[in-house]
């Protein structure tokens, strides 16, 4: 990529609320900033955060909550790749009808030393993480800084996710959900579009969910990218992937762990899928 006879070398910047695999955030030099999350009064950075010992602590009842990273972390996170070589950056994140980090982007943005493009993907969790992976799959194929962050908004418009929810007391108690009843009559399955979500069901065992799942994803067209996760849910996430593998306009599954930031929300043992389309 260049302008005229200048090469333009783009890196990618998003946030730990992507959820990206290891393999994913190495494979493509993506710099994932991590979010803030408070336990019991402490803050700690995302990425220090073990995520079984941090669902053992939700589960005994840890009062946990999150925020943005400050907008001199993420000028940090422009600084460095600046001074390696980057001529411009495409950060892509969690949607600022859900947090504050699109605005401490836009701030670190004004300082940065070179072009910073920021894309609000208007997401949270793996959705947003699906539109940074579409990002940088079109970086790589030679694609301008433009079209990576408009194929980026594409997905993020595209996309949506199916999922459980561990803890209902502690997803109301957010205010970021609202989930009625008390669990006692079975588990509320959720499909979220766009800025919609709607209750699909309501089950009571691993397979249940699993079907449930496996229902609203086997009626998109395909060929599909998934991907499963789970917040220390064990083999309630095995179960479904199995069921997704198996369905035939599924063209690519990944496992993804449900970090901190959103486990703070839904609670431990949340189980879920993304899926957008592969085009």
Do not use: K
Not at 91 to 116: D, K, Y
Not at 136 to 147: F, I, K, P, S
Not at 178 to 207: K, L
């Amino acid at each position: 990529m260049a302008v005229g006879s200048r090469p333009v070398t783009v890196r990618l910047v998003t946030d730990s609320n992507s959820m990206l695999p290891v393999d994913l955030l190495e494979r493509y030099a993506i710099t994932a900033v991590p979010l803030t999350v408070v336990i019991d009064g402490v803050p700690h950075r995302e990425d220090e955060l073990e995520p079984a010992p941090f669902c053992d602590r939700l589960r005994a009842g840890a009062s946990v909550s999150t925020s943005a990273p400050s907008p001199g972390e993420l000028l940090g996170a422009y600084a460095d790749l600046a001074e390696r070589g980057a001529t411009a950056i495409l950060s892509i994140h969690v949607g600022s009808n859900q947090s504050a980090t699109v605005g401490a982007a836009e701030l670190a943005a004004r300082e940065a030393t070179v072009p910073v493009t920021i894309v609000d993907t208007g997401t949270a969790s793996f959705i947003e993480g699906c539109c940074v992976w579409r990002a940088a799959e079109r970086l790589a194929a030679g694609a301008t800084v433009e079209q990576a962050a408009a194929a980026a908004q594409e997905v993020a418009t595209a996309a949506a996710s199916v999922f459980t929810i561990g803890e209902i007391a502690r997803a109301n108690g957010g205010g970021r959900l609202w989930v009625s009843g008390d669990g006692e009559g079975g588990v509320p399955v959720f499909v979220s579009a766009g800025p919609d979500m709607w209750q699909q069901g309501t089950i009571s065992t691993v397979e249940e969910a699993a079907g449930v799942m496996a229902q609203v994803v086997a009626a998109q067209p395909g060929p599909l990218r998934v991907g499963v996760g789970d917040a220390d849910a064990g083999d309630d996430a095995r179960v479904l992937a199995a069921a997704l593998a198996a369905l035939p306009n599924v063209a690519e599954l990944v496992r993804y762990t449900v970090g901190p930031s959103v486990a703070a929300h839904t609670g431990a043992g949340t189980i879920g899928a993304v899926y957008h389309r592969l085009s």
